[in-house]
């Protein structure tokens, strides 16, 4: 499943800019376009399954209802893994989705790293969300909980809502962009 970007530029985006089209095949083999969903308000989740703290967030059930209240909102949800290492095949992927009650519009396996690196994606997880005019209205930490316990991490204040919310009542977005934090995206190739 093999990630292509349609943008030319490799450098990391800072938010207020417009977040550069792509193309990528989903996990059942259907192609995509990120423009394909201009309009809508589109979270980008940088993931590896073997990370600690995708898990913490996972076990603790905060990305699991970040996923969904964005999902009740009609909020576009592109799990993304540009790690060569903690990268699963097709069916392992959509088996530990089902399994994380992940609720997502598509989970994308950018072995190359080009959409990784076209975004600037520097952890797992990293957020980026993208504004329904296709302009770069947030990027970095889930929340504001980098050494939390799992615990911890359900009361945290949310970045990715608070962005949507704000996007979703016509506000810019009080915090445009955090400092990601998790495991280090392992670029291959």
């Not at 990528?24 to 259907?30: A, M, R, S």
């Not at 290492?85 to 392992?92: E, H, W």
């Not at 088996?95 to 790293?113: C, F, H, I, L, P």
Request: aromatic share 8%.
């Amino acid at each position: 499943m093999l990630a292509t970007c349609l943008a030319t530029n490799a450098l990391a985006l800072d938010s207020g800019q417009l977040a550069p089209d792509f193309s990528f095949k989903d996990l059942t083999g259907q192609s995509h376009k990120l423009s394909d969903y201009r309009g809508k308000i589109i979270v980008l989740e940088w993931l590896n399954p073997t990370c600690p703290v995708v898990g913490r967030h996972y076990r603790s059930g905060s990305m699991q209802a970040t996923q969904s209240a964005a999902a009740t909102d009609g909020v576009v949800w592109l799990q993304i893994n540009s790690s060569s290492m903690g990268d699963l095949d097709p069916a392992k992927s959509l088996e530990w989705q089902k399994k994380q009650n992940a609720t997502a519009t598509a989970y994308v396996r950018d072995e190359s790293g080009a959409i990784g690196r076209l975004f600037g994606a520097e952890t797992t997880p990293h957020v980026f969300v993208i504004a329904q005019d296709g302009i770069l209205a947030y990027q970095g930490a889930i929340d504001d909980q980098p050494n939390a316990s799992q615990q911890n991490t359900a009361a945290a204040h949310n970045y990715v809502r608070a962005a949507i919310k704000a996007l979703e009542a016509g506000k810019p977005v009080e915090t445009p962009k955090t400092q990601s934090y998790g495991c280090g995206v392992k670029y291959g190739g």
